[in-house]
């Protein structure tokens, strides 16, 4: 079966722009995660959607906004970029944390801010 | 303040050998523990998980031991294969919060 889709998988763009990223869960996953991925801070969890409704958001700043879709796609956005947001965008998927079922990761977004 | 922490950057082992990675918490709401290996340039990749209500949860080579009392738990590669080379990561969650928290990684080495 097809895993996480994560698009565009690299990109370049300049301090004050904006960015959207796209993730395609797995078929049947209603919950999409976000987690930001950096040398020095590790993974760091940005928000989770379920059914389009977001149940739980990180410690970032108002400029990363994330939406759900109803087929269960989810978008994240970063207004007004800074150099500090170069990192390793991932989008996991999931139908269910219990019976040893983890979340499936995409091979994320490389963002480079110049 | 970090919650999930792998305590050794890295860890070099010989082919056949056990590799055995650790993790230590400090949230006593987590009641889900993870373990994910990552390769460069690719997401991290499940390997095993564990409830809290567990001790243990063996899959393949792959076993995770918990240890609630000491707020721990270990990941044991058996045999250990040049293949497993990677970025381990622990992660925790709180079933109810809906978020994986992640310790900073142990880079295995596995020398044939």
């Known amino acids: 079966k097809a895993g996480v889709t994560q698009t565009p998988r690299y990109l370049i763009k300049t301090r004050g722009q904006q960015v959207t990223l796209s993730c395609s869960p797995i078929?049947?996953?209603?919950?999409v995660s976000w987690y930001q991925q950096t040398p020095g801070q590790g993974l760091q969890f940005l928000f989770e959607?379920?059914?389009?409704?977001?149940?739980n958001k990180g410690n970032f700043p108002g400029r990363f906004s994330g939406r759900q879709f109803s087929n269960s796609r989810s978008e994240m956005n970063v207004s007004t970029l800074e150099l500090g947001d170069s990192a390793l965008y991932l989008c996991?998927?999931?139908?269910?944390?219990?019976?040893?079922?983890?979340?499936?990761f995409g091979s994320g977004t490389r963002l480079t801010v110049v | 303040d970090q919650q999930v922490k792998q305590n050794s950057p890295s860890l070099s082992v010989q082919e056949g050998r056990i590799s055995i990675l650790n993790c230590d918490y400090t949230?006593?709401?987590?009641?889900?523990f993870l373990w994910y290996k990552k390769y460069p340039a690719e997401g991290p990749t499940f390997l095993i998980s564990?409830?809290?209500?567990?001790d243990k949860n063996e899959d393949g080579r792959f076993t995770v031991f918990l240890n609630k009392s000491a707020k721990h738990l270990s990941l044991h590669i058996v045999p250990s294969q040049p293949g497993d080379s990677a970025v381990y990561f622990c992660?925790?969650?709180?079933?109810?919060?809906?978020?994986?928290?992640f310790g900073k990684g142990t880079l295995l080495t596995v020398n044939p």
């Open positions: 996991a998927s999931t139908r269910s944390l219990m019976d040893n079922y983890g979340y499936t």
């Open positions: 078929s049947g996953h209603r919950s």
């Open positions: 959607y379920f059914s389009e409704t977001q149940r």
């Open positions: 949230n006593s709401m987590f009641d889900y």
């Open positions: 564990i409830s809290s209500i567990k």
């Open positions: 992660a925790a969650s709180e079933s109810s919060n809906y978020k994986l928290t």
